[in-house]
């Protein structure tokens, strides 16, 4: 499969049940359980389409890593393109601890798989970064928020929440942290 040559429809299928199984498996935390051969068969494919469209384990992670990416930096666009500035931010970031929750299990299963591969992460995160600072940026133009705090600052109260996930509790906090980052972003009045 080349990056200029379009997948026919039965194999964009065939990819897209691959990704879908290892998303729940990785939900459920049990990546490390399985074969690799045992996604093709949960997803109902043969293991050359696997290993064909996925030669490692590592592949498939990461492709199912850029898909989260892409759906959230989508989310963050559909928000700045709906929602007045400020409430596009305040429902990123509400919509990213909802994220982070509903995909713990994918969380964990990407750090254990690159704690020595860090470019594939930092490029998800460069892209997710990306999103905030437009949406903080936008925030910014409109007089919502103040202009003497960037994307930055917010990305690093992202990654705290991210890494407390195992904290009893989490949620809670989670949504306590966001409501004081955008309480702190704020522009006085």
Excluded: N
């Amino acid at each position: 499969m080349t990056a200029d040559k379009p997948l026919r429809a039965d194999a964009q299928r065939k990819r897209e049940a691959l990704l879908a199984t290892a998303r729940e498996v990785f939900d459920a935390g049990g990546f490390f359980d399985l074969r690799f051969d045992d996604f093709a068969r949960m997803a109902g494919v043969g293991t050359g389409t696997l290993y064909r469209h996925f030669p490692t384990r590592e592949a498939l992670a990461e492709a199912v890593y850029h898909g989260e990416v892409a759906t959230l930096c989508d989310l963050a666009r559909q928000l700045q393109a709906t929602l007045p500035a400020a409430e596009a931010l305040a429902a990123f970031l509400r919509g990213m601890v909802d994220h982070i929750a509903a995909h713990e299990g994918l969380a964990r299963t990407l750090a254990t798989l690159w704690a020595d591969r860090s470019g594939t992460l930092a490029e998800g995160g460069r892209a997710l970064e990306q999103a905030v600072t437009d949406l903080v940026a936008a925030a910014v133009r409109d007089g919502t928020v103040r202009d003497d705090v960037d994307a930055g600052a917010v990305m690093m109260a992202l990654h705290g929440i991210g890494a407390a996930h195992d904290r009893p509790g989490w949620r809670a906090e989670a949504d306590d942290v966001i409501t004081l980052v955008l309480d702190g972003l704020r522009r006085p009045r």
